[in-house]
């Protein structure tokens, strides 16, 4: 089973939009996919309850009630929507099995500064040391051509961890959050560049490369 966490300390940049996206993507490619919201707000598994019976399925997982133990044994890929303010022990204990970690970082000087310290904070964990669990970073709800994307674009490429991609703002993902669905699930004249810009992404975490050893 493959584990795939998306993980940032600071709240509201993303962590359950990537989810929700990985998870569908996933799905649509013929995979049994489970996704665990460790967030009470409940916010991937809202979308799930949303999601239309043609799709395929995905199972949700209540992980803020009772951790993974309700994963079915069959799943494939495991997607994790990781809490706000992890940190510690806490942290530690949630990137146990991970072997992929996607952290979103927002275009703001406040994102930015928080993502500095949860970043060095990952990459002192020894999961990550050893190499069993890869990291990559993705700028989310991007404007090109502003000033602060310029900013974050540069700050995420000076990293030590991949920088796969940025994701631009769109109401492509507020309209898929609500039925349902992924982006990758909207028709192509709509959603198109947000398919080209998830390209990095699922490339990364369907390549060896994002698999340790
Ligand atoms: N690329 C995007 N384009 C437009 N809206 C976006 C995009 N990414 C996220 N959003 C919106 O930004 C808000 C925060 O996103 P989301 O809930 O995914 O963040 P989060 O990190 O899971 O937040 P929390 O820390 O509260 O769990 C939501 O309203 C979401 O719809
Ligand atoms: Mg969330």
Known sequence: MRHVMVMNAKGGCGKSTLATNIAGYFAKEGAKVALADYDPQRTSLDWLEARPGELPKIVGIAAFDDGLRSVPRDTEV???DAPARTHGAEMNELVRRAET????????PIDMKAAAH?????????RVQREQARLAVVANRVRE?????????????????????ALR????????YQRGMSVFDLPEYLAWPDWQQWEPVTKWLGSKKSLPG
């Open 169 to 176: 703002q769109s109401t492509n993902y507020l309209r898929a």
């Open 101 to 108: 970690i996607i952290v979103p970082v927002l275009a703001s």
């Open 118 to 126: 949860f970043m060095a904070e990952l990459l002192e964990l020894g």
């Open 78 to 80: 495991l997607v994790i």
């Open 145 to 165: 051509n502003t000033l602060v994307f310029e900013e974050l674009d540069k700050y995420l490429s000076k990293l030590k961890v991949p920088y796969l991609t």
